[in-house]
């Protein structure tokens, strides 16, 4: 699945996500709901990002880079390209520490759709934030473990969570 904005030449800086990619095989299963916020994610991540990988940045290499998502041997593979698809680098990023946080929002999400059908406003209010939360420490998991790799915001790193449990779904 890949995604490119309509307009490449974005106002937004240098360093940042032009195009993403997720690798299909990885993707075994996912319903409506979580078509939909892979769908989000990718949109708004294109559409505003910060995204410097520091080595490549080092020997020169500028944005907008491409960005290929994928889980091999337990690991998230983050395979960066510049514009032009020249593969710049590989990071290999252990997923150990992020399996409790994944299945603690897949099971929050499971909540908060079937909540969404059928609870109180007050509810799906409630769910809602424990599902914010669960994804704003995982961002923040996703911040430290890119630290000294890739330099991104907080907004970056959520939205590239999202995209890292879609990466899990199972079926």
């Not at 290929?68 to 710049?88: E, F, K, T, Y």
């Not at 994944?102 to 909540?111: H, P, T």
């Not at 939360?133 to 991104?152: D, F, P, Q, Y």
């Amino acid at each position: 699945m890949t995604f490119s904005p309509s307009d490449s030449a974005s106002p937004q800086g240098a360093h940042r996500i032009g195009h993403i990619a997720l690798d299909e095989e990885t993707i075994l299963w996912r319903n409506a709901d979580v078509e939909q916020e892979r769908r989000v994610a990718i949109y708004d991540l294109i559409e505003e990002n910060t995204f410097k990988p520091v080595r490549s940045a080092e020997r020169g290499a500028k944005g907008p880079y491409r960005l290929s998502l994928a889980v091999r041997d337990g690991r998230l593979a983050m395979d960066i390209s510049d514009a032009q698809d020249n593969p710049l680098e590989t990071l290999l990023i252990g997923l150990a520490r992020f399996r409790r946080p994944i299945r603690e929002y897949f099971a929050i999400c499971d909540s908060y759709y079937q909540a969404i059908r059928k609870a109180t406003p007050a509810e799906i209010e409630t769910i809602d934030m424990a599902r914010r939360g669960i994804h704003n420490s995982s961002a923040e998991l996703l911040v430290e473990r890119l630290e000294g790799k890739v330099e991104t915001d907080f907004a970056t790193a959520r939205r590239l969570f999202t995209l890292i449990c879609v990466l899990h779904i199972k079926g």
